[in-house]
């Protein structure tokens, strides 16, 4: 089992453990494992700016193509937490701005040992993985 492997199986284990209902993945990109796993269990919708085509295909009946920074709000309503997996920095800010308008909770898994300053995010680790994590206050799906 690869890194990304071992990650997305923590990830996985994390939300399953302490969320419900509806789970929104932005940048998913061409790593499809989280958003994967988690269909299983939730209602997942992935998203991302690429075409359907440029992600892994699997994802294409819970793939939206949509750009956080001026997201399809309809998208993203009645979910309980939106995540990211090692989303660029340019994009953390905007995950946060869209969970708080739509009253979800945030995850962030960043790249290896990046550091996220944004006040509103917490370090949490969980089974040794650094994550950090914007608990809303409005959270009315877990």
Same mark, same amino acid.
């Given at each position: 089992? $690869?890194?990304?492997? !071992?990650?997305?199986?923590?990830? %996985? ?14 940048? !998913? *990109?061409? /790593?499809?494992?989280?958003? #994967?796993?988690?269909?299983? /269990? /939730?209602?997942?919708?992935? %998203? =991302? #700016?690429?075409?359907? $085509? %440029?992600? $892994? *295909? ?7 193509? =949509?750009?956080?920074?001026? @997201?399809?709000? +309809? ?10 997996? +090692?989303? @660029? ?11 708080? +308008? ?15 300053? $944004? ?8 089974? *040794?993985? @650094? ?12």
């Amino acid at each position: 089992m $690869d890194k990304d492997e !071992c990650v997305a199986e923590v990830l %996985t284990e994390f939300i399953k453990n302490n969320y419900s209902k509806m789970i929104v993945e932005v940048g !998913c *990109g061409r /790593f499809s494992a989280i958003a #994967l796993a988690l269909r299983s /269990f /939730f209602n997942v919708t992935a %998203t =991302d #700016l690429l075409e359907i $085509d %440029t992600v $892994d *295909g699997r994802l294409a009946p819970i793939y939206v193509k =949509d750009d956080v920074t001026c @997201p399809v709000l +309809r998208v993203y309503q009645g979910a309980s937490l939106i995540f990211s997996y +090692r989303p @660029p920095l340019e994009i953390q800010s905007s995950i946060l701005a869209l969970s708080e +308008r739509i009253g979800a909770d945030a995850l962030i898994k960043p790249f290896g040992s990046e550091i996220i300053e $944004d006040v509103r995010l917490r370090l949490r680790s969980f089974r *040794g993985l @650094p994550l950090y994590l914007f608990k809303n206050e409005r959270q009315t799906g877990v």
